[in-house]
C-alpha cells in the first residue's frame, strides 16, 4: 500500500527522528512511503489564532502538495483534526472545495492508520518501564481516538501500561495559549506531570508531538524523572538489527 | 493593545491557577459532580438524541423571538401577571424600583438568580435603602463573605465545609467543626423569619413558555417557592433567551439541566408559576412582574453565526469540565457568566474589543463543546470570535505582522529551512523567553529539518 506522509511542521523542525521513527515504522507495516519534501504546514496555528486569511494561504499549499494522495498519514492528531475539521471553514465551497474533501477523507493519525486500515499492531518493539498515555484533546475528541494507540501500546513488549487521573484532560499546550496566558497553562502542565508521577510512570506516551513538547518542557525545567515519548517513537524502539 | 480587563485576567488567573489550596476544593468538589453526572445520564435510553432534540428547539426559539415572545406576553397578561420589557441594566433596575417604592418596599428576598448579577442588583437595592436577602443557601454564603457567585450553578463551589463553617461560627456562634447539616439548619432558622417579613420576591427563572404564559424556576432548597409564594408581591427577571415553546418542551429540559447541573436525575423543586393569586386561591403573591431583559442578548442574536450562545440553558456543565475554569476559577473571569459558555457571549454582549481575551484564554480542548446538553459548539464559537477579533483589527500590530510573516514563510519551503537550527534556537529565546513563563524551558529546535535531512540522504542513495 502506497502512502503518503505528512510531518507537521513543528514535528519537521524539532524532532526530526519521529519522523523518520514515523517512515520506519509505516515501512514495517509493509507501506511504500512517499513523502514530498516541499510540504510545510497545515496552517492550524493561524486558524486558532484567527487568522483565517492566512491560514487559507498555508492550506491551499496544503492542499496542493497532496493533491494526488490516496492515503495521508501524519503523526499528529492535531494536525488531521485540522485537516479534517477545520477546512470545511476555510474550503468549503470555494474553489478548491473538491480537492479539500478529497484529501478531508484521505488523511488518517498514525495510530488510526495502523489498526484501523492495514490493522496491524505489532511492529516488534520493546520498551522496558511503565507509561501512561495522555489522551490527546485532538485525538480524542477531533479523531475519535481512543483505543488505538492503547492498543498498540498493549503489544510493546517490556512496557507496562497504567491509567493516571484526568488522562483524557488538556495538557494546556494550544498553540499560542502556552504563551499568551503562559500562567495557566504552565498548570495544566504541572498537574499532567504530577499525576503521571503519582502513578510511577517512566514515560507519558502520546500521539502527538504539541502535547508532548509542553510536558517535556515542564519537565526539563522541573528536572523530574519521567520522559514525554511520541507514540511513534515508542513502536519504532528496540528494534535491534531488524 | 491589551485592554485593562485583559490583564486584570491575565494576572488573576496566573495567581489562582498556582493556589493549590483552591486545586484542591475545586477538583474534590468537581469529582463529586463528575461521579453524580455520570451515573445520572445514565437515565437517557439516548442521550445523544435529547440533546439535539433539545438543540434544534433552542434553535426554532431563536429564529422566532420575534413571535414567541409576544406570544408569551400575551398568555401571561391573560393569566393576570404584567410584564415589562427592560433593554439594559439601567432601565431594569428602575423598573424594579418603581415596583418597590410603590409597595413602599424596605425588604426583598432573592432567590438565586445570574440575570440579578448581570444588573447589580443587590448593590443597587441597597444604595436604594432597600434590604436584600439571598435565599440560595450557596448564594447566602457568597453574600456574607461580600463575594461575587464563584459559578453559575453552585455559586460557593470554591469554599469547602470547613470555609463554610469558620463563617458562620463567626457570624452566627455556632460550633467550630459545624457539620453540613449543622450550618444548613442554622442558615433555615436565620432566612424563614426574612420570608415572613420580606415585601416583594425577586427572582429569576430557567424557563419562560410560551403557550402558557409562565415561568418555571428549578432549585432544590425550596427557597425559591417560599421568596415566589410568601411576598405580595413577585418579580421575576429573566433573559429573554430562556424562552421555550411549550409547556411540554419542560419533560425535555428539566431532566438535562438536572443531569447536567448537579447530575440529579430531577431536581428536587420544579415549579411553574402563571401569574399571581387568583379569585378563590388561598397562596400566591397578588402581584407578579415578569420582567424581559435583553443586555445585549440581541446584540449576539445578530450574529448569525454565533447566536448559538443564546441556547444555552445554564447548567454549568462546561464551566464544570473546562480545565481553564477549574484552573483559574470563577472570579477571575470578572465577568457574571465565567467559564466557557461566558468566554463566548461576554464578548457579545458586553463588547469584543474589552473581552476578546477570553475567547483566546481556551486551549481549545472542546471538552466545553462534548458536554453540553444543548449542543452548542462552543469550541467553534471561539474560533469564530477570535476570527472577528482579527476581522475588526483588535489584534495586536505585532501578532498581524507576525501571523503574515508565518503565512509567507509557511507556503515556501526554501525559507523555512533558509536559517540552521542554531539561528531559529537563537530567534526562539529572544521573542519566546519571557512570554513561555518560569516554569517550562524552551523547546530545543533540530540543527537540521527533517525534510533537510531526508533530501540529504536521498541524494546519498542516488550517488551509491
Known sequence: MQVDLFIPCFIDQLYPTTAFNTMKVLEKAGCKVNYNPEQTCCGQPAYNAGFWDEAKLVGNKFLDDFVDAKYIVSPSASCTGMVKNAYNDLFTNSMVHNQCRSIQSSIHELSDFLVNIIKKDYFGAELEGRAVYHDSCSALRECRIKEEPRQLLANVDGLELVAMRDQDTCCGFGGT??????????????????????????????????????LQAYIDKQNLPIKAMHLADVLANGWGNV | MSTKTALDFVSASEHKAFDLQHRKVINFNIDRYDNAVSNGLK??????????????????????????????????????????????????????????????????????????????????????????????????????????????????????????AKLFHEKFDTPENATAEQLTLKARELLREEYLLADVGITGANFLIADTGSIAITENEGNARLSTSFPKVHIAIVGIEKLIPSINDLDLYWPLLANHGTGQRLTVYNTILSGPKREGESDGPEEMYVILLDNGRTDLLAQKEQRQGLYCIRCGACLNACPIYKNVGGHSYGTTYSGPIGSIITPHMKGLQEFKHLSYASSLCGKCTEVC?????????????????????FSPQVEQWGWKTFAKVAIKRNWIDFFNGKWKNFFLKKFFTKAWGSKRTLPPIAQTSFSKQWKEQEKKDKTY
Open chain 2, 43 to 164: 437515565q437517557w435510553n439516548n442521550l445523544e438524541n435529547a440533546k439535539r432534540k433539545a438543540h434544534s428547539i433552542k434553535w426554532r426559539v431563536m429564529e422566532n423571538l420575534d413571535k414567541l415572545l409576544p406570544e408569551f406576553e400575551a398568555n401571561f397578561q391573560k393569566n393576570g401577571g404584567k410584564v415589562i420589557w427592560a433593554n439594559d441594566t439601567v432601565e431594569a433596575q428602575r423598573e424594579i424600583l418603581t415596583i418597590l417604592r410603590r409597595v413602599q418596599a424596605k425588604k426583598i428576598v432573592k432567590s438565586k438568580s445570574m440575570v440579578t448579577e448581570e444588573i447589580e442588583l443587590n448593590a443597587f437595592l441597597e444604595n436604594n435603602q432597600i434590604q436584600s436577602v439571598e435565599t440560595d443557601l450557596g448564594e447566602y454564603i457568597v453574600q456574607l463573605l461580600g463575594q461575587k457567585p464563584y459559578h453559575i450553578v453552585t455559586p460557593a463551589m470554591h469554599l469547602s465545609l470547613a470555609d463554610i
Open chain 1, 177 to 214: 495559549f502556552a504563551v499568551k496566558f503562559q500562567g495557566i497553562s504552565s498548570a495544566m502542565a504541572e498537574q499532567k506531570v504530577n499525576n503521571a508521577l503519582a502513578m510511577d510512570a517512566n514515560y507519558i506516551i502520546s500521539t502527538d508531538a504539541s502535547c508532548l513538547l509542553h
Open chain 2, 373 to 393: 446538553p444543548v449542543k452548542i459548539d462552543i469550541q467553534k464559537m471561539l474560533l469564530l470570535n477570535r476570527r472577528d477579533s482579527v476581522k475588526e483589527g
